[in-house]
């Protein structure tokens, strides 16, 4: 079975700056996607980025990028610029190749002024 | 039409009431959840429907009924509810509906806020 971890519950940044939020993730599958998806306060949950295991390139989407380390098993994400609007709990999630996606535990991201 | 859209957005329901929470797709997408989540949780998979047929419960207790009359519909029956299972109910769907298939980005409607009182 695949497991998720995000070890930071809560993370404060300043608006402006950049903040990274660590995932790792454990399975013995070679092909599978790797998401980001970001529920702000009583909103829908939204995709934010995605990577998929075959590339070696680090996904990026405008502000959002992601640092993904295949041997290490580690799927980082980076907002840069970080806006009032990214408040939010940010969840990292696998898919392999059962029909489901197995979410982390989530961090609660505050921005600030 | 790219999204996921569920009714009604809040239910407030006794625990000897019968009440049905609905989700809807247009995006042909032939796979589709249902999702419960608890406050500063991640959402717990309850069902999986693939081209209309259930293909996943995740041992979700009887008095959660799903139906997939089309595929483009999905309704949770709930009965006989208790007060723990009080929670946003999500609903969201993918176009990638057979096991093996590795892609599996879900779009997910804004939920359904149910208190059982």
């Known amino acids: 079975a695949q497991t998720v971890t995000q070890s930071q519950p809560e993370m404060s940044v300043q608006e402006a700056e950049t903040v990274t939020l660590s995932c790792t993730y454990d399975t013995s599958e070679n092909n599978y996607y790797l998401f980001w998806y970001k529920q702000p306060p009583s909103r829908q949950m939204i995709l934010v980025i995605r990577?998929?295991?075959?590339?070696?390139q680090n996904a990026t989407e405008n502000r959002f990028s992601v640092n993904f380390q295949k041997a290490a098993k580690s799927f980082s994400l980076k907002i840069s610029d970080s806006q009032l609007g990214d408040t939010a709990m940010y969840f990292c999630a696998f898919s392999g190749t059962a029909s489901k996606l197995t979410f982390g535990t989530g961090t609660r991201l505050q921005v600030t002024l | 039409d790219t999204e996921v859209t569920q009714t009604p957005k809040h239910l407030v329901m006794g625990m000897t009431n019968k009440k049905s929470l609905k989700c809807e797709q247009h995006m042909g997408h032939r796979a589709m959840y249902w999702y419960k989540q608890k406050a500063k949780k991640p959402p717990e998979l309850m069902f999986v429907?693939?081209?209309?047929?259930?293909?996943i419960n995740e041992s979700v207790p009887s008095r959660f009924s799903p139906e997939c009359p089309n595929s483009s519909l999905l309704n949770l029956h709930l009965h006989a509810l208790q007060p723990e299972d009080s929670a946003l109910y999500l609903c969201?769907?993918?176009?990638?509906?057979?096991?093996?298939?590795?892609?599996?980005?879900?779009?997910f409607g804004p939920g359904t806020r149910l208190t059982v009182l």
């Open positions: 990577q998929e295991a075959y590339k070696q």
């Open positions: 429907y693939s081209y209309e047929k259930l293909s």
């Open positions: 969201a769907s993918t176009s990638r509906a057979l096991a093996g298939a590795s892609y599996n980005e879900q779009f």
